[in-house]
């Protein structure tokens, strides 16, 4: 087997890590500007595949397929995103003769489709959270507002094909529901291509539960300790943990085994995650599938010591699941994840793209940091601005967030702006420490803050800022006249900056 | 470092979470190892501080009148005289003023005129207002999309639209001026 | 409680990370030339304590006790190495009020004198290798050849205060006995100040295997699974993991007894290590033991989850034992550890200090890399060479290994040699693939490559040699008359790489 | 990357593992994103490279003539046309001469002196041979204390002492000559 990784960033270095530690040839892709990305440098060949903008690069099926003959890869792991859950890439690998490394082509429609994979979850006795099939176009606005309010309020209006809170509505009451429909309908089309929406009910306080799940091609599944995503900001997980402190013992079974009923119900191979919420009172209810590997996948890898992505390799070459269902369920202590995005929480978590001109990852005990940038390297603006994930593991939770807050502390990324102050804040937060959180933690203590900035300091640390600013600019630039320089020209420090603008 | 050693006493204005402080930089000497000692004071503050550079933009800083603090510090210059400092995880913007700068400062600050820039490259997407608009602090001014994102740049300051300055559909680079805004004067 | 770190490199960054994640503040201590050391910045204070030679700075009790003195340290961590098996600091360290987070100076003397030790075991009904007391000097010489003989050959000459194979002769009979002792004699005390030696056996084919402990004030003792730790370069640790391949669960159970024993004998208190040899037949032989922490404590870390650097310190504050025994003697997976040196494998791997200029750090899953160096730090010619510890977890040996051989080959070190192409190789060589190996194993292999190269490429890596050498100098360099350029004066990189010099 | 684009073919003498080739290198252009793409042969052997240069000292190189294998390699110059590269996990020293160079190279090899340099500064304990002594392959010349270890340089070759250039107790440099051993002409 050659494997051919269709993705960039970290999680391409992830795969290629597990390539190298199983002796299998790799092949990385890259657009552009992606010509110095770590990805390129740790696999055994690497393929042009077109311009930066990930229509024409990562995100097209032909460039992809033809990199693959090229190089004489024999199979594709997609990675996340991009076409990772894209049937019709899946089945363009298997027409290539190439093994697509995940579920079978069919059941990433059956699952892609969210009323599909409700329907499908039903069917298999799993409880889906109370809500509609697609609203056919055909339905009267009068026949609407009925259906909305069988299903009662608050409700979401959700896209078929949704995903990161796009084409989403919250609706409070029947008065909102038709022009919320329309204009669900609307942004799902310019999202998605397919405007079909349905309606769900919102479940107040719930938490974000979800089942890593691992099928073979002998019809083995084995299920996984859950993970917790709840901290989330716009819908969009931020902090991710295992195991939940929601979730008993009774739960952690009751979860395994639906996950386990729906997945072998549509004879699932590969790795994939069920997401659920979970409400107050211990139920929880099947939101979606994804059909991939999950970003969030190291926390349960840290908790449970099984390599998710070597199995998915294992298993497309057809080897039979050898891991053991006790110990897949069995956490081993905490882990949590932070993803890092090259963002500014001082101005709403806008993107700040740009060159990364000093870099000091977090290591040491019980830290590992699956990144995708190097000192040097450009943050491309025109995919997601994550740069890399950090995971801390500990015996217990409260371990887990010291050595996380340790490793955030040391994690220095000069030159561009990240999360990690607000990731620091919300790792010192009261109910986060505590564990008392829902989805809408987040966004509610966000706005609590009413934008203030997370780069206040305390007032040594205004002295600190003060000084540092004074000395760099004294041996950066201290020529001007009447400054009481005596030095004539540039000092070494100006010279290097300048040359830092010439260098590549 | 040997280039700051030897120089006389030097003042720089430096601006640090909005307050001005006129800080004089006085070197003390080499010290053992590759540190630099130097006095820092401002208003009724005096700190004796070793500093090294670690690597490109990155001090570390330990301030031996304030018990050995060691802290480092990412710095690098976003702008002439515009600094990014990382603080103990934290990103603090610092801006520092000579003599020519200021002047140029001052003039724009006085004009009551708020520039306002996108952040970020990317494509801009929407203009949210118009000149003669009026808009509030945190308001919304435009859309720019990057890394596959609709970001929202708001208005840092109450006052009126006198100037748009880019057109929906066009490419932007960070540090491009979308918007101007005039505020009342205060003070 | 607010803790000085007494030492420098990966340790001292080791302990001062424990300390961030504990909240306990903590002091770094530097010398001239480790002003840029990352330890510096990991410390909340760092005090500058003399010139780079050691025994003015990092063995100079006064100057370290004078820096806990002025930034008001209550405790003291000495690391391994420098002052850590010192009884005088130890003592010293009481006298000023400060807390010694180390066993008592009474046992550091009872256990560093090598044939002290040797009698506290046999008192403690350990067994030890075959050997004398210390020969006293009024021994006559057929006395020694005497006591030599009743030894049995091969023997060692080993100096009771020894370490790191000085002071030490292998004899194989009678007549090289009284010339032995007198050179081993004069070695020892150049390099210890005290020429005291004892004969031991030397056992053939013996691994080298050791015991973790952990001792509290309240009377707790608990054995961790064993390290081996055979392969050795002169009497030096290079390769270490846990667990070893040659012990059973019942020989287990019989080396974390005998550690229990002794270190109970002993009142022994914070973290200490056994050593004992282990012979082809499953016995095995108490050595010596180190009052410390030892440089591979991570290999246990791993497999157990106990953080040794935190337990050290809670049970310097008074805090009883918690660590379950069960835990701490029951592997999770396996566990490897590499010493990476600034040192030339190619020059009989002579020391290599000298700046990094380019630094790639192994990370991702399963890899632990405890660090004492950064890109633009200037490896110091005063201490020891070992810029880093690379740690490799996997649920098994097999897949440690394959992790460990990822890791290395992504670590990129520019600017020195370092030893990683002789681990490498170590790491593939089918002896140490299988586990049959003892400690003169690596000395063995090592000559039998009879100084053949480390770098010797395939016909491919030869022809990416070359390349790179081309490209690197018509880049940096193609300015040469009658060389077929055509730009006037000095390319991009060139100006880059001379600034490079400018730079600090 | 872009300086290296628009020139000639140039040839370069390469010197790797003890084998000289003499190489072109010919400019073909730049490609999508940083790199540039050369085509270099040597003997019979032709490559298609694109190569970019990743931070001070690496290279990034994509065989595409060849599978588009990819390769990190850190190079520096240790002394003028001496580069220590870094292929694979490997430490590989290669030698680059271009016309001035090469006179030097080989009016010293003509002469049959091998000039032993210390590989790491220290101090020099002890040196163990004398001018007149013949030496062996491997033969220790000099202990050179560096890292608390005694170090011993060996002889590259067999020959007679002619020089001895170092005096026990100095400190020395990395690249410091010690010794200078005259050896027999082969060839």
Redesign the interface.
Known sequence: MKILVANRGEIAVRVLRACREMGVPSVAVYSACDRTAPHVGQADAAVAIGPSVAAESYLSIERILEAARETGATAIHPGYGFLAENAAFARACQAAGLVFIGPDAGVIETMGGKTAARRAAIDAGVPVVPGTETLVDTLSDDELCARADEVGYPLFIKAVAGGGGRGMRRIVDTAAVVAGVQAARSEAAAAFGESAVYFERLLAGARHVEVQVLGDTHGTVVPFVERECSIQRRHQKVIEESPSVAVTPEVRAALAEAAVALSAAVDYTSAGTLEFLLDADGHFFFLEMNTRLQVEHPVTEMVTGVDLVQWQIRIARGEPLTVDRRQALTPVGHALECRVYAEDPDTGFLPAPGRITALRDPSGPGVRNDSGVEAGFEVPVFYDSMISKVVAWAPDRAGAIARMRRALTEYTVGGITTAIPALLWVLGHEAFVSGRFDTTFLDRVLAERQGHSFSDLPAEETDLAVMAAALFAYFSGADTPGRGVDGPGPTPWRRAARLDGVRR | ?A??A???????D?E??GER?L?T?EPVGL?????SR?T?S?DD?T?E???????????????SS????????????TAP?E????????????R?I???RSRTVEAARESGDHVVVT????RLVRVLVAPGDTVQV?QGLAV?E????E????SPAAGVVSEVRAAAGSSVK?GDVLVVVRVERHD
Not at chain 2, 66 to 77: I, L, P, R
Not at chain 2, 83 to 94: F, N, S
Not at chain 2, 146 to 149: C, D, H, N
């Open positions: 470092m280039a700051g030897g120089r006389g006493p030097v003042r720089l430096v640090v979470a402080r800080v930089v010290v053992e190892g590759d540190g130097f820092l401002w503050t700190y501080v070793d500093v090294s550079r670690l690597r490109s933009g990155a001090l570390s800083l330990i301030v304030a018990g050995y603090v060691s802290h480092e510090v990412t710095c690098y210059e005289g600094l990014a400092l990382g603080v103990g995880g934290r990103h603090i913007r610092a520092v000579d003599g020519r952040p970020m490259p990317g945190g720019v990057a890394m596959k994102m970001n929202e740049v708001a960070a």
